[in-house]
């Protein structure tokens, strides 16, 4: 199976961002990608009052894009995720939606960790906006391989990815908005230990370059194996990158070094 990830440098002009990316979906199925994945906020981006005026329902504008070219391609399409308004919610979600190559929904997922942090002197308060969701996702591929859901700032909490893949994940995506600082300093160690830890594919695309205020992100979008080994990075640029995802290696990881299979669940209970 080829995956291919999409770096954007999203902006408050939601005509535009989709526009690129419909190209950079159509040049990674173009390469053969059978599931792509979009970044974090990648239908509007910008000051996080531009993020609430952007927000839709998934019946909406940005996932109905996403629902007719998964469609007309015919491939898996994780859509990133968009600022999502939810009748009755004062706030937004920053929801995923993983759909399959019939254009219908296979999985919902809505961010679970708030970016509540300071960063290179600028604090960031999702969750004056932004509420959590409560729901681990993992959804189902065209071919029947399982794929773990999780958005950007999830990447910092690995529990998350240890139920993942004890629930079947093979294949976990991450979009992301990750900062420049911490793309520079964390960014490819953590998506490599979260793909050594829990012997999985991690796709992550992330978004590129400045964004409204003034905030950057850093790139460096990456396709990683169960070894920790990087398949595709991609350049300083808007762009798509592909690799294929050998699930016969996946496989043979798991059966040689079990780790997995090893854990001593019982052993680690603890009060939260």
Partial sequence: MRAGAVQLNSTEDSDRNLETADRLVRAAVAAGAELVALP???????????????????DGRAIGWARGIARELGIDLVAGSIAERVEGH???????????????????????HMFDVEVDGVRYRESEREEPGEEIVVSELAGGVRLGMSVCYDLRFPELY?????????????????TLATTRDHWEVLVRSRAIENQ?????????????????????S????????VLAGAPDTETAIVAELDLGNL????????????????AYRWEA
Wanted: hydrophobic share 40%; with cysteine; aromatic share 6%.
């Fill in 162 to 178: 240890r139920i993942l893949a004890v629930r079947g994940a093979e294949v976990v995506v991450n979009p992301s908005a990750f």
């Fill in 40 to 58: 974090e906020k990648w239908s509007v981006l910008g000051t996080p009052e531009q993020i609430a005026a952007g927000a839709q329902p998934l």
């Fill in 222 to 229: 990456m396709i990683v194996d169960p070894w920790g080994l």
């Fill in 90 to 112: 004062e706030k937004t979600f920053n929801t995923s939606v993983h759909i399959r190559p019939d254009g219908e929904p296979a999985g919902v997922y809505r961010k679970i």
């Fill in 251 to 266: 496989r043979d990881i798991r059966r040689r070094l079990p780790s997995l299979a090893n854990r001593r669940a019982a």
């Fill in 200 to 220: 999985c594919f991690f796709i992550a695309p992330n978004q590129i370059g400045t964004h409204a205020p003034g905030n950057r992100s850093g790139g460096r």
